[in-house]
């Protein structure tokens, strides 16, 4: 099976982040690293590799920086990578994102693509739907479990209330939550293989884009303005002197939380 | 000149970090219960599951050739390793390591002592220092008498770390009188604790301890030889020498973890009104600790790097013991002072620290002895003022 994996590098979660000057999400400075929830798609190829045989490709759309993240998605056991790459690509909404997506995974011709179910920057959760829809093949999205069954797939979709079953003939894109296994640990033998294994570089041209069709030239959208979420005001304090239930009441009721 | 590291020191790096964030910080707080209960922090076999985790992804062995399943990782990335460790106060440590000097072993030998001490089915201790024999290791008294094919072990031995746990003992005696320590008058020997050695725990002001072993006749038969007759200080001096880049190597984790604790409390401790962070005599605090950590860091890099490259590190080897280990006694006692009573608590790590890191300016060769050799080798004319720079 020729799996290709959606691999976005976003400035890591878990310290400051902000957006630069034009509005953009600031990666110069930040601590980049591989989108979390593509590291379970990783993992799932990979396990879905280990059974079905095939080969397992990651997929870039980024910066030069974006190369370490694709180092790293490497030495996890992937065999190659392709890397979208091109200045005009800067700004780009999410409808260009998955028309370069979409044009990149046309020359890789994948049975199976597997993707996040969202990232942790622009958390838009759309991708793997534009991207389905751009190629013309189906889209099971956010699942918290994948089975191969020949050119079947089986996924389940996890919601609010429990879980959906949907299946689709490959070729197919699957987005996944979190849920779905646990990433491994990047070998120390994976590590080490990871440099000699091949990065293929596309630019624009290579994809039959032009520069105006992507970037800040080609954006559906255009971010005007951003504001820091205010700090959360301190909460009211209910203290229970006999009365403290009524006043609870009164509170949420006139919040309508009841 | 070029100070960063390569994508595979970064690579390494990052999966030793992100393995002792998520498998071995969340111990730490129960480390710290347990140890106030007088009870070992981290219990044997907790330690040896989190070892076969990190073996699954082949994390295993750091210095251990690739035919025995290590990793025979260049020194650098070793070193990076342990800082990466040192940032943990729960005693871990990746497995699939044996001493240095057992890889001198035989063949039989190696799958009687050396396998398995990798693999961690044996517990190996390494024993030179005497009551009478310390910094002057060449003094020891331990003798070691031919009888036919055995030898015929008597003394004693103090301060052996794992002493009391281990199932065996390389231990080096003196094994004829006639000739230098040094020179083909000691030996060491394989010995197992069914031979007939005895230990006794020695309580100290840190965490676990050493043991003494008692050596009263003890036969141990002539194939448990190490390496040849006479070799036996030799091969006590590369054991010593083995850790000099890495005890250091962990401190520096150990002073990044407690300075970044330092400056979080710096900043959000207040005292008169306002943060201890805008007092001067606390930023100075913070200034010198981050300087004196960049000084030990680079210093022990040039170790590891001149380990690598194949030349003597000796000399660079005992500036970054020295300097670590003075660096981080220095850098944890900063940081106590500005935790004020809570860093006396056994409620953080802090005295544990203060405790556990004081042993560094002691064992593997004292202060003192470091000094004794970097400063011989200049005097002597070994080495050049500049090392490889000069
Ligand atoms: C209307 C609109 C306007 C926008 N305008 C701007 C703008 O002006 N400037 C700006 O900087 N941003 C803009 N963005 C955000 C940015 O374009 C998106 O973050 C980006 O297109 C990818 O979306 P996402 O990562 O949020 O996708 P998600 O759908 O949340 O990501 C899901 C998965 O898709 C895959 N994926 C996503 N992106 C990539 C990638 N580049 N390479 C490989 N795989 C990937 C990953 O597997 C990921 O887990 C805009 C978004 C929208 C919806
Ligand atoms: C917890 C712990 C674990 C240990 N583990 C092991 C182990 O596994 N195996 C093992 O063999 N040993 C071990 N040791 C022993 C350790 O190596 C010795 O304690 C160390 O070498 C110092 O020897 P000493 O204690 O006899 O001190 P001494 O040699 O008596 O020295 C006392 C002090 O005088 C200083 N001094 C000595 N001579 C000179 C001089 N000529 N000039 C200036 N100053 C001098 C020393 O630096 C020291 O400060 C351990 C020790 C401890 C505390």
Redesign the interface.
Known sequence: MNIVVLVKQVPDSGSERGLAGDNTVERQSANNVINEMDEYAIEEALRIQAAEGGEVTILTMGPERAAESIRKALSMGPDKAVHVIDDALHGSCALSTSKVLAAALGTLNPDLVIAGAESTDGRVQVMPHMIAERLGIAALTGARKLTVDGGTLTIERQTEEGYEVVTAATPAVVSVWDTINEPRYPSFKGIMAAKKKPVQTLALADLGIEAGEVGFAGASSEVVEHAKRPPRQGGQKVADDGNGGAALVEFLSSEKFV | MDFSLS??E???R??AR??IRKEVMPLEQEVLRRERAHEPGLRLDELRELQGKARA???WGLATPEEYGG?DLPAVMQSLIWTEIGRSWVPFRFGGEADNILFFANEEQKAEFLVPTIEGERISCFAITEPGAGSDAANIRMTARRDGDDWVLDGEKTFITNGNDADFAIVVAVSDRDQDVRAGGSTAFLVDRSMGWRSEFIPTMGEGGPASLVFDSVRVPGRNVLGEVGQGFALGMQWIGKGRYIIPSHAVGVAERALRMAIEHANTRETFGKTLSTNQAIQWMIADSETELEAARWLILRAAWTVDQGTDARHASSMAKLYGARMVNDVVDRVLQIHGGMGYTRELPIERWYRQMRLLRIFEGTDEMQRLIISRDLLRGYTEIGGHLA
């Open positions: 994508d595979e970064k690579a390494v990052e999966t992100t393995f992804f082949g994390f990793m």
